[in-house]
């Protein structure tokens, strides 16, 4: 079968909730994949930043094979041996004192939020009814639907309500709003350090900052939902590190696995984790030993090769590489690490057509918000990959 029978079957039996560039993957490897008909091309979006290890890494492959044959499932209805070491491991490297593991980026965050809702009423002491969450304004924090009831992207809620209550929005990277916004009844804020999805977006400089002490001086917990942003992406571990700043709660997903399967989790310390009992939450999947097996790797594989570094000290690079192409599409260039924004001017008729020349060329990016193209490709690249994908990127953006 050829790239155009795979791409008629999906339409015929698939629904159609995305608008994928028509290429069709049969493999990858590191920041490479290739498709159906042979072609090879540079992978610039990295899953959305879920291979920031790169794909198939050998070692996280090999450690997913071992234990696909050892157990898989146990359900938390008994306890594995791999848990208990992934909370371990994560805790020691983030100075948190507990985990919760889950599987989906959205249900850490559903998670994240029923904690804070707990916290919120059982110890800050506020009344069931009157709790209120703060979020913000072009936020992305997944497609629940109480997620999307605080999204402000019609196209995210529309034919979705009813909504859930209990969620306000304020501008994002306005520090007045949020003060503005706080109340006695403000449970807590809920904010991407970088807004990925938003096109990303990076805060004016002591944003973070200035919100997060804000929240310490009312009592409302700051909740960072670092699933994009956050291991190794923005060139620190989590991108709030920028800030020296310490969450109450931090979400993660995405990378937590380099890509190899579903693993989320929500880390925070006892008095916030702490409010739930047995029953209170679950997931029949969630803190698997293959998932948890596989997200030890990924962190190691992440630590070990200093991935982090690299996505800092790459990231600069390429992004002051990009500034020097002289093209008149270009308003602005963004980032942190190799989380890199690009936006063009509205004339220049959105990002999608660049998306696809740069396909031609055997580079894969998405545009994000019509007029973002995004360079996120996974950490392991190399200066040389980034040379190469640069000659390309500015042939692509000086076209008429
Ligand atoms: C991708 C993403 C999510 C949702 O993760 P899923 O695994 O797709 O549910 C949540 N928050 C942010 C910031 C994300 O980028």
């Known amino acids: 079968m050829k790239t155009q029978d795979y791409i008629a079957l999906e339409e015929k039996f698939g629904a159609h909730n995305y608008h994928p560039l028509d290429v069709v993957v049969d493999k990858a490897e590191g920041v490479w994949m290739w498709d159906v008909d042979g072609k090879k091309y540079l992978d610039c979006l990295a899953a959305y930043s879920a291979v920031n290890q790169g794909h198939c890494h050998p070692r996280i492959i090999a450690k997913l094979k071992e234990q696909a044959e050892k157990v898989t499932l146990t359900s938390r209805a008994f306890r594995n041996n791999q848990l208990p070491l992934l909370c371990q491991e994560m805790c020691e490297l983030t100075g948190y004192q507990m985990l919760l593991p889950m599987n989906s980026g959205a249900e850490a965050v559903e998670t994240a939020l029923k904690a804070a809702r707990k916290w919120g009423h059982k110890v800050k002491g506020i009344a069931e009814d009157k709790g209120e969450i703060l979020t913000c304004t072009n936020n992305f924090s997944g497609r629940t639907i109480s997620i999307v009831s605080f999204s402000t992207?019609?196209?995210?809620?529309?034919?979705?309500?009813?909504?859930?209550?209990?969620?306000?929005?304020?501008?994002?990277?306005?520090?007045?709003?949020?003060?503005?916004?706080?109340?006695?009844?403000?449970?807590?804020?809920?904010?991407?350090?970088?807004?990925?999805?938003?096109?990303?977006?990076?805060?004016?400089?002591?944003?973070?900052?200035?919100?997060?002490?804000?929240?310490?001086?009312?009592?409302?917990?700051?909740?960072?939902?670092?699933?994009?942003?956050?291991?190794?992406r923005s060139g620190k571990l989590f991108a709030f590190e920028y800030d020296n700043i310490r969450p109450d709660v931090v979400i993660i997903g995405k990378a937590l696995s380099g890509g190899c399967y579903p693993v989320s989790a929500v880390l925070s310390d006892k008095e916030v984790l702490g409010v739930f009992n047995p029953g209170d939450h679950g997931s029949t999947f969630g803190g698997n030993p293959l998932g948890a097996a596989i997200a030890r790797e990924s962190i190691k594989v992440l630590i070990e090769e200093n991935l982090v570094q690299k996505s800092h000290d790459l990231g600069q690079y390429f992004r002051d590489e990009l500034s020097k192409i002289p093209s008149k599409h270009v308003k602005e260039i963004r980032g942190k690490g190799l989380f890199i924004g690009v936006e063009l001017h509205p004339e220049a008729g959105g990002a999608r057509r660049f998306c696809e020349a740069l396909m031609q060329r055997g580079i894969l990016c998405k545009e994000t918000h019509t007029h973002v193209i995004r360079f996120a490709p996974p950490l392991v690249i190399k200066k040389e990959e980034i040379d190469w994908a640069l000659t390309h990127i500015s042939e692509v953006l000086q076209l008429a």
């Open 153 to 232: 992207e019609e196209q995210y809620k529309d034919g979705f309500g009813p909504f859930t209550p209990g969620f306000r929005n304020v501008e994002y990277g306005d520090i007045k709003a949020l003060e503005a916004a706080i109340t006695p009844e403000t449970i807590a804020f809920l904010v991407e350090p970088i807004q990925g999805e938003a096109g990303i977006i990076v805060p004016p400089a002591g944003y973070l900052k200035a919100a997060y002490d804000l929240c310490k001086k009312n009592n409302v917990l700051f909740i960072a939902d670092e699933i994009q942003s956050g291991l190794g």
